[in-house]
Every structure is written in structure tokens, then in C-alpha cells.
């Protein structure tokens, strides 16, 4: 094996491929076969060399996730920090990048900027100023007015009319129905429109609680932005941007160690205790529902920039407790064997969006199975039992039952302090402080911690677009 830098080889014809920091973020050494080297110096000396052979070779060369981030920089010209730091789980990335790249530039009915304009629209409702600054980039690199960038007062009644709904799906998604699509029908949304726009809305008001959930701060070419530095993502955080208050409960338990936690999970897999009846399963959902609502609210919402607030109607609507949504008619407990994504949600979204249920479900199912076998610095560990705690948790925030799971393993499992952590970020992102990131899953390594944040990420879309889909199911039959 030959051991050379990836610079030896910016050659003209492969330069235009690369950012000019690339080797520094994918390695500054690379070790590779002679024969690819002697490939690709005889590409080099060929003048009618294309360039695409070259980058064939430096497929060869890279590893699965230094070439993740070549194809991430080669779709958007830059790479970013969320696909770094998603980088630890490259099986997840390359599914998490070939969907966002179909949401934003595939086939679809929706011109390409008003995609970016949604994109905005969404991450508006979490303040998310990190996705706003990407997304009006886009918006003009794709043709946008620029006038459409001081509020709402300046895009089309068609787009205006998505703000009722966008707030809808970002708090409070069991309020979503068929009326709200009976409503933009009128506004000339054709329901294929309608659908896209749903999925990218859910989409980055989803990505926005990862970027909080991990700390992640602007773009160096961004006001306020700088360099990301792999080993911590909170480390250089502004603490500024956040609430100064902990969201933590002042009246919190120690967090309980790997050692336990392994202990538990044990006894669950060992345990020969005789399944729970439905009414059984029932009553521990909705247990796990109560003390939910009885975690300390987050800390005061942090006052939104101006280049964030313009952006947002009704400020104030925010999410609330499912427990305490009032009129329990109008949003009854959302039942997963009634309606699934499995069953039906893949089904209509396919039907309308073209290929997107597909590609969901690749990324659902990836982020809902995705094990390396380790906690913390222990190996050979099944934590099936605690990734589910933590899909199913999540979708009880949101008043979704899956009556084939036994919710008493939430309890079990998920101790108060990162119950706590998993509703700031999946409901409150904007108020997560730097504190609540550093007080849970101390044991755990960092890459461990983007893996839980993955899957509140997926598990907080499936919820969304479970109630965003069964609305349009109502809205067609």
C-alpha cells in the first residue's frame, strides 16, 4: 500500500470537484491500492479526459463516508455541518441525502424555489436560523424573488395560505384534518402539490430539532457562523443563542449509569411474564402520557431575531400537551393499528409523490433498526429495547398508540432527565440549552448521542406525516 495526500492529485480537470478544504474534512492522508494510483495519474496525462473517470478513482480511494461528503458537496456545493456530523452513521446519511436531494430537486410539481421558500417557512416556526440561512441561499441560487425574503406581506396568497398548516404540523399535528386541505384546494393547491409540500414542511421542522438537539451552529459564511470541529459539536457553542435557563427539572434524578440501564434491558429480553391485555397496554400509554405533562416546561423561549421573525405568524402557538388538548373528541388518541405507515401512510404518499414513500421508509427503517451492538465502551449489547423506548416515546408525545407495544418499558428504560431531553428537542427545540445536551447520556460516546438524536429526528416525521397523511386519506374518500 501506498501512502499519499488527496492534494498530490487536484489536478485542473478534478479541481472544479472538489471545495478547496475537502482534504482537510475528509482526511489528510490517503491510503490507496498502486494500481489506482497509476489509473489515475494515466487519467491525469489524457487530454481527452472528461474528469468523470478521475472522480471513478477517487471512489476507489475514499472511504463509504469521505465519499458521502465528495457527493453532499457535489449535490450543494458546500458541506454542511449537519452532514458532518452525520457523517459517525454513513448507512443513515447516504438515505437521509438521497431523500432531502429528491424533496428539494427531484421530480415533483413544486417549482424549485417555492421548495426552498417552504424550507424557510418550516424551520421559521423553531427559530432554526441555521436551516433559514441555507434555504434563502438556495432560494435565490434557484431564481427566487428576493423580495419574497421580508415576509410573508411579499410571496404569493398561494404560499401565505401554507402558514395555518405549517404551524399546525410543527405543534400540535392532531389538530390537522381534511378541512385544512379543503381550504388550500381553494387557494389552487393541487393535492400532488399539497403533498410535497407537506413532506418538506414535516421534514425540516424535524431536521430543526436535530440541529438544536446537537448543537449545531451557522455556516462559516453565515453571520455569526464558524468552523465545524468533529470531536464536539457544543463545545464551541454561543450560549447566547439559547435560553439561559436549563429546560432540566431543578428536581431531577441522577441520570442512572450503562451498567443499569444493561441490566434492565436484560431483564426485559429475560422476562416471563405473561403479555399485557390491551386494556393493560392502555392504561401504561396512558400513564406514560400523564407524567409526560407533568415535566417541568422548558425555560422561557428565547426572543426571535429579526431575521427569523419575519418570517413567522402566531408566534405564540406552540405545542401543548396532548393530555391537555382540550376537546378529546376532535383529537382522540391516534391509534397505529387504525392507521400506520406501513399499511397506508407509504402507500398514499407514493401514490401522490411519486417515489418519496419509498424513500421514507428506507430512512425510517434505517434510523428505526440502526445498531452498532455498543453502549457507551461496552460491546455485543442488543439495545433494541431502548432505541424502541425512545421511537415509541416520542410518538406518545404526540398522542400516537401502538397497541402492539408495551408502554411500561418506557418507564423502565428512559429515565426522567432524558424524557426530559427528548420533549425539549422534539416539541421545544429552540429553548434546548448547551446544559441539557452535556446532563444526559453522559456515558455514552458523542456518536451515540447523534444516533438518538437520528432517531428523534425520524420518529418525530413519522408522527408528523401520520397526521398530516390520514387528513389527506379523509380529504379523498
Known amino acids: 500500500m501506498t501512502t499519499k495526500r488527496l492534494s498530490q492529485f487536484l489536478h485542473p480537470k478534478i479541481r472544479h470537484f472538489l471545495p478547496d478544504n475537502l482534504e482537510m474534512r475528509i482526511g489528510v492522508g490517503i491510503s490507496f491500492d498502486k494500481k489506482i494510483q497509476v489509473k489515475m495519474e494515466s487519467e491525469l496525462d489524457d487530454p481527452s479526459s472528461d474528469g468523470l473517470s478521475l472522480l471513478e478513482c477517487l471512489r476507489d480511494m475514499l472511504s463509504e463516508t469521505q465519499m458521502l461528503f465528495v457527493d453532499a458537496f457535489l449535490q450543494n456545493n458546500r458541506l454542511d455541518h449537519v452532514t458532518q456530523l452525520m457523517g459517525y452513521h454513513p448507512n443513515y446519511l447516504e438515505m437521509f441525502l438521497r431523500t432531502q436531494q429528491y424533496l428539494l430537486r427531484g421530480d415533483g410539481p ?51 395560505k401554507l402558514h395555518e398548516v405549517n404551524k399546525i404540523l410543527a405543534h400540535r399535528p392532531w389538530l390537522f384534518n381534511k378541512s385544512h386541505i379543503e381550504g388550500l384546494r381553494k387557494e389552487a393547491w393541487s393535492v400532488s402539490e399539497l403533498v410535497q409540500a407537506i413532506v418538506i414542511m414535516a421534514h425540516f421542522h424535524a431536521l430543526s430539532s436535530f440541529v438544536f438537539g446537537c448543537g449545531i ?5 453565515h453571520h455569526g ?63 406514560v402520557e400523564f407524567q409526560s405533562a407533568e ?61 418519496i414513500g419509498n424513500l421514507l421508509d428506507e430512512k425510517f427503517s434505517m434510523a428505526y433498526n440502526l445498531t452498532y451492538y455498543t453502549m457507551g465502551e461496552v460491546i455485543d449489547v442488543d439495545t433494541s429495547a431502548f432505541r424502541r423506548a425512545i421511537w415509541y416515546y416520542i410518538h406518545c408525545l404526540y398522542g400516537i398508540m401502538h397497541d402492539d407495544y408495551d408502554y411500561g418499558q ?9 424524557k426530559q431531553y427528548i420533549k425539549t428537542v422534539t416539541c421545544y427545540p429552540e429553548r434546548l440549552t448547551k446544559k441539557d445536551y452535556d446532563n444526559v447520556m453522559k456515558e455514552f460516546k458523542h456518536s451515540e448521542k447523534v444516533h438518538v438524536n437520528l432517531m428523534l429526528l425520524e420518529a418525530r416525521l413519522q408522527g408528523e406525516l401520520l397526521y398530516a397523511l390520514r387528513g389527506v386519506m379523509q380529504y379523498m374518500t
Not at 137 to 156: H, M, N, S, T, Y
Not at 226 to 255: A, G, K, L, V
Not at 304 to 333: H, L, M, N, S
Open 110 to 160: 413544486l417549482p424549485f424555489h417555492y421548495r426552498h421558500y417552504i424550507a424557510i417557512m418550516a424551520a421559521s416556526r423553531h427559530q432554526c436560523a441555521y436551516l433559514i440561512h441555507l434555504h434563502e441561499q438556495e432560494f435565490i441560487l434557484q431564481g427566487g424573488d428576493q423580495d419574497w425574503l421580508k415576509g410573508p406581506a411579499f410571496i404569493p396568497t398561494k404560499l401565505r
Open 217 to 221: 451552529k451557522n455556516e462559516p459564511d
Open 225 to 287: 457562523g464558524f468552523t465545524y470541529r468533529p470531536h464536539s459539536p457544543t463545545e464551541n457553542s454561543n450560549d447566547s443563542d439559547y435560553t439561559s435557563d436549563s429546560s432540566s427539572d431543578s428536581n431531577s434524578e441522577p441520570e442512572v449509569g450503562i451498567e443499569i440501564l444493561m441490566e434492565r434491558m436484560k431483564k426485559l429480553k429475560e422476562s416471563q411474564e405473561e403479555e399485557p391485555t390491551e386494556e393493560e397496554r392502555r392504561k401504561r400509554f396512558e400513564k
Open 295 to 355: 415535566l417541568t416546561k422548558p425555560g422561557k423561549k428565547p426572543s426571535p431575531k429579526a431575521e427569523i421573525i419575519k418570517y413567522v405568524q402566531d408566534e405564540e402557538f406552540c405545542y401543548i400537551d396532548f393530555t391537555k388538548r382540550g376537546c378529546t373528541e376532535e383529537a382522540p388518541t391516534f391509534r397505529a393499528n387504525e392507521y400506520s405507515w406501513d399499511d397506508h401512510g407509504f402507500s398514499i404518499a407514493n401514490r401522490l409523490y411519486s417515489e
Open 410 to 418: 418506557v418507564n423502565q428504560l428512559l429515565e426522567r432527565n432524558l
